[in-house]
């Protein structure tokens, strides 16, 4: 098969100054993989997520996505217009602080159809039958479409994030630390339905996280990193039951026993 | 007229039409550019005008720029000719450029207008100049000026439609009245200034050349003649003017836009016109309902 990539990304490097961010990086992501990636606070994580979305710009290095129409093409040289369109419809960015990917003073239904109307909808029926069964899917009361998201807790503000990104059909999505600042059990069922939606749209997801536990039910493959540099990359399982470099021993090691 | 007439009948010490000349041929090119994109917004270096920012100010400097020795202007505030605001700048070209000034609409060859579009209809070879408070259609959606002209130049009016959704679900219809955006030539989201959405309809292939000037905000932007103008709205939720259940109580008209005037202390009001040259002409001349 000479099938390609989803997501091509080589030699990605970002400096701030003399601060390296990010070093080479390179790998490849196929539709419907899960990617972790895992590391310290200050590791290069967020950076590396925000050059792969268009968010920064890179140092260093090449990220290629394959575009419906077009194949392989490099999305830092892409017109803006075109990156913002990729941006509001293959791709889905999930923030780690609900405020940042919400609309927070616009009801929950207006949230969800952002997207469909961005891309030119104009049936106000459609686009609130879409938010409804959208709010299904991410389990939520139908009866809160009119709510707007501040009045919401932090674990239903996540799912209407998700919700928003996903109601496009995007092929990828970036997640950062999706679960972090919600308490256990919330994040249990999160996890429980990304894991769900992840597998039934055969979404390509990169996840951004500190916590392995979100790597373990949710990733299929994992890079660990340190100091801006990718120190070990395999699968999930294989690099949490057998981490081979130090630090990844480190990592796995650190876990509190329950 | 020869140029001594025309020094005759304005004010000593003042060049025609306020303005100096070069601030008025910048006017007229920045107003050429805004003919030739019909909805953008265009840049001018507004002037300091002798009445404050937000009376009118984007309006007079478009009127200087375009005003001739042969023009007749009208101008109109909230559809009247005789409030402060229409009185002060009539008076100030009659001075200043020496023209002659009419309460008629069909007389005039410039209208200079505030919140009202003329309820008789305007025709080739008039200018309808409006005056602009805020320019920007998505000011109140979007507070960044670098990105909202980001949206303007990538045609990504989907914020506009979320805020149009937001009206729906709250109040079960779109509850703008006035200052309703338009799409101009099915390109640029235009603010059409705060008219009242009952004169949106008129704005769609008039004869007239509409230009629009924002004093405090430096914009000018323009309506060529007979270019299509849509108000934004949703399919299952279309556009809908106003309407009032009853005529107006002076001259009878059911298909003018109605001011309601309270009379008394005692909760007694009535709806009349609020355009005074149309209302005063109907009284002079009743015309058959056909006409309504």
Known sequence: MTELPLLRVRNLGKRFGQTLACDSVSFDLWPGEVLGVVGESGSGKTTLLNCLSAQLSPSAGTVEYLTRSDGLLDVHRLSEARQRLLMRTDWGVVHQNPRDGLRMGMSAGANVGERLMAVGARHYGDIRGEALSWLDKVEMDRGRIDDPPKVFSGGMQQRLQIARNLVSKPRLVFMDEPTGGLDVSVQARLLDLLRGLVSDLGLAVIVVTHDLGVARLLTHRLMVMQGGRVVEQGLTDQVLDDPQHPYSQLLVASILPV | ?292
Request: charged share 25%; hydrophobic share 35%; with cysteine.
């Open chain 2, 1 to 292: 007229m020869n140029a001594a007439a025309i020094d005759a009948k304005v004010e000593a010490g003042y060049n025609f039409a306020y303005l100096d000349e070069q601030t008025k041929r910048m006017i007229r090119r920045t107003i050429l550019k805004a003919v030739a994109v019909p909805g953008y917004q265009v840049p001018f270096g507004s002037r300091e005008m002798p009445l404050p920012f937000g009376w009118g100010t984007g309006g007079i400097q478009v009127t200087a720029g375009i005003i001739g020795p042969d023009d007749t202007l009208k101008v109109i505030d909230q559809g009247a000719d005789d409030t402060t605001n229409a009185v002060s700048i009539r008076a100030f070209f009659a001075k200043t450029a020496g023209v002659a000034t009419t309460d008629h609409t069909g007389a005039a060859s410039i209208i200079q207008t505030r919140h009202r579009v003329p309820e008789t209809p305007l025709r080739e070879g008039q200018v309808i100049v409006f005056q602009v408070p805020i320019p920007e259609p998505l000011r109140m959606l979007e507070p960044s000026e670098v990105e909202t002209r980001k949206i303007h130049a990538l045609e990504e009016y989907g914020v506009l439609q979320v805020s149009l959704y937001e009206d729906i679900a709250r109040h079960g219809r779109i509850a703008w009245a006035y200052n309703y955006p338009v799409v101009v030539n099915e390109r640029y989201v235009m603010s059409p200034s705060p008219i009242p959405k009952f004169d949106n309809p008129k704005l769609n292939r008039n004869p007239a050349l509409q230009l629009y000037g924002a004093g405090r905000e430096k914009r000018i932007y323009a309506v060529p003649p007979y270019t299509p103008v849509r108000s934004v709205d949703f399919e299952d939720h279309p556009f809908k003017i106003e309407s009032w259940d009853q005529p107006c109580a002076i001259c009878g008209s059911t298909a003018s836009f109605l001011d309601e005037v309270i009379t008394d202390d005692r909760g007694s009001r009535m709806y009349v016109c609020s355009d005074t040259d149309y209302c005063a002409d109907r009284v002079a001349e009743p015309r058959s309902a056909a006409d309504d």
